[in-house]
Nanobody, 122 residues
């Protein structure tokens, strides 16, 4: 069983920065795509950014130029550097891994993290 563990959330003032990390643990052969989604109170979960194994990225328009996603394939870890944070970025951020091929059966699965709170407020 694969688990995704998120860290780095918290409270930050508008204009500040945070760095989220998510590490996938378990008997993992490879992970195709890793990324971050977020869900604000009363809203649907939305894509923030994703990155494939080769480093190709995709961002939500609302975070382009402010957030940067990266990953370390050897550590099965994805990062989200968030700069120039705005109150509208306040949400629970979820790590996602798609195309997770596990050693036990070489089948591909998708997993979600438990979520981590990011609050942008003065």
């Amino acid at each position: 069983q694969v688990q995704l563990a998120e860290s780095g959330g918290g409270l930050v003032q508008p204009g500040g920065s945070l760095r989220l990390s998510c590490t996938a643990s378990g008997s993992i052969f490879t992970i195709a795509v890793m990324g971050w989604y977020r869900q604000a109170p009363g809203k649907q979960r939305e894509l923030v950014a994703i990155i494939d194994r080769g480093g190709t990225t995709n961002y939500a328009d609302s975070v382009k130029g402010r957030f940067t996603i990266s990953r370390d394939n050897a550590k099965n870890t994805v990062y989200l550097q968030m700069n120039s944070l705005e109150p509208e970025d306040t949400a629970v951020y979820y790590c996602n891994a798609v195309g997770v091929v596990e050693d036990r059966d070489l089948k591909s699965r998708a997993y979600w993290g438990q979520g981590i709170q990011v609050t942008v407020s003065s």
